[in-house]
């Protein structure tokens, strides 16, 4: 049984290798480093971005059948090196391309099974530095518009096959914008992993051809760590995914947020952290502030709280004379992400908040009707006074003033968020304005911010 198992395993991995079509490249009569037996292909120990060409070919020689006349003998590393991560790579400045970017046109793709990864390629006539963008997604990419065959469909998701997508975008093109048809690409567009062999990969699908970029979708099994680098002669996009499933990625991308974004200046001095299940994906999220008195503002990070991924961005409206921090989480808009509510500003006896949307991995500040900023006052002064309410439909805010003839004029504002903004609610539709006066001396309420967090 074990004996019939190593055939196998050596009969797919010459298989897979057979479809590759870098094989080409390579003298039918080099070895093989196989190690027989072993049912594993010996190219993964030059996994290295400086060396990937003599990697490349390593990998190609598994398509001659194992011989004997092997001399050299490599440890091979069991699992995929430390420094594969399942971080997105981006080319800089993307999505423009980078500096020296040249123009490419896809001319191959292909998908090839290895000892503890699986490799995808992409090869492409054209010279220059290829600009690319791969990351995971948590579910396949959405095509904007798409001819079915009888009519334009929008927004159709990918079907493929797999749990988890790895996207691997490229300015480069395939057949669209390129006017001479002899130049088209004729290679695949649809490849099957399995069929090959892969452990990870099930599917790869072009699935973007469209102004100058190009994208290829992989269906895998699981998120996992990857490693890429570009080879030349042809030009060519190497994505090697690990077989191993990396855990800390399924937290961070069933949020679609992998990675870092900011800096995180470690003179900053941190402020009030605050965790709870912000997206109601996975873990919780932390939301921290931190001073920064290189710019006399506060940052707030949102981080995954297993590290996986954080984004950095100013605290709109802050300043080191008002501690900046975060208040709690509060799902206002019933959309089941949280909204978060920060205190930014302030003073002896009042604080100043504002509300922010967790979307697109970023705190985006919420605005007003006409999408200008928008905060509140909490707090009294000797003249007025100001209090926010979380109510079932949002917020009521209200603003009292003494008027001249000493009676309290008490602004009453219930509002909705859509979106990003927030709407009054419709006072003609049937809502009766709830602003009033009172003649009573006394304050017409405690100044406070009433939300049950
Ligand atoms: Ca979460
Ligand atoms: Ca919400």
């Known amino acids: 049984m074990k004996l019939f198992s190593i055939a196998l395993t050596i009969l797919i991995a010459g298989a897979c290798s057979s479809s590759e079509k870098n094989t080409e490249e390579s003298a039918p009569a080099a070895t093989s480093d196989e190690t027989p037996g072993s049912g594993e292909e010996t190219d993964g120990y030059e996994t290295q971005d400086d060396e990937p060409n003599t990697e490349l070919e390593t990998t190609s020689t598994t398509t001659s059948t194992t011989t004997s006349t092997s001399t050299t003998t490599?440890?091979?590393?069991?699992?995929?090196?430390?420094?594969?991560?399942?971080?997105?790579?981006?080319?800089?400045?993307?999505?423009?391309?980078?500096?020296?970017?040249?123009?490419?046109?896809?001319?191959?793709?292909?998908?090839?099974?290895?000892?503890?990864?699986?490799?995808f390629v992409l090869d492409f006539e054209g010279s220059g530095d290829l600009s690319y963008d791969i990351r995971w997604l948590a579910s396949p990419p959405i095509i904007p518009e798409q001819w079915d065959g009888s009519a334009w469909v929008n927004d159709a998701p990918v079907i493929m096959d797999g749990n988890k997508f790895l996207q691997v975008r490229t300015i480069a093109r395939s057949t669209s914008d390129i006017s001479d048809p002899s130049q088209w690409y004729s290679g695949p567009d649809d490849l099957d992993g399995n069929a090959v062999g892969a452990q990870v990969v099930n599917q790869g699908k072009m699935t973007e051809d469209f102004e100058g970029y190009l994208g290829w979708t992989l269906g895998t099994e699981h998120f996992a760590a990857f490693n890429v680098f570009t080879l030349e002669n042809p030009k060519r996009l190497v994505v090697d995914i690990c077989h191993e499933e990396d855990s800390a990625a399924s937290q961070a991308t069933s949020a679609g947020c992998l990675g870092e974004w900011g800096f995180r200046?470690?003179?900053?001095?941190?402020?009030?952290?605050?965790?709870?299940?912000?997206?109601?994906?996975?873990?919780?999220?932390?939301?921290?502030?931190?001073?920064?008195?290189?710019?006399?503002?506060?940052?707030?990070?949102?981080?995954a709280d297993d590290g996986s991924w954080r984004q950095i961005s100013v605290v709109p409206g802050s300043s080191l004379v008002f501690e900046a921090q975060p208040l709690g989480f509060l799902d206002m808009d019933e959309d089941g992400v949280k909204e978060i509510f920060m205190q930014t500003d302030g003073g002896a006896y009042s604080f100043v908040f504002k509300v922010f949307v967790f979307d697109d991995?970023?705190?985006?500040?919420?605005?007003?009707?006409?999408?200008?900023?928008?905060?509140?006052?909490?707090?009294?002064?000797?003249?007025?006074?100001?209090?926010?309410?979380?109510?079932?439909f949002g917020m009521s805010v209200e603003n009292a003033q003494v008027t001249g003839d000493e009676t309290w004029l008490v602004d009453v504002n219930e509002i909705v968020l859509s979106g990003i903004a927030w709407e009054p609610l419709p006072v003609d539709a049937g809502w009766v304005d709830p602003s009033y006066e009172t003649p009573d001396l006394d304050p017409p309420f405690a100044p406070s911010l009433n939300c049950e967090f």
């Open 265 to 303: 200046d470690p003179d900053w001095i941190e402020g009030v952290s605050l965790s709870g299940d912000i997206d109601g994906i996975a873990g919780d999220e932390i939301v921290t502030t931190f001073a920064d008195p290189s710019i006399s503002k506060w940052w707030m990070e949102i981080a």
């Open 361 to 392: 991995c970023e705190l985006q500040p919420t605005l007003n009707s006409e999408g200008g900023d928008i905060s509140w006052p909490v707090g009294a002064s000797a003249m007025n006074m100001a209090r926010a309410t979380c109510t079932e």
């Open 74 to 119: 490599t440890t091979l590393p069991e699992t995929c090196p430390t420094n594969w991560t399942a971080v997105p790579r981006t080319t800089s400045g993307w999505p423009y391309p980078v500096t020296t970017g040249g123009s490419f046109i896809l001319s191959d793709a292909e998908i090839g099974a290895h000892s503890y990864f699986d490799r």
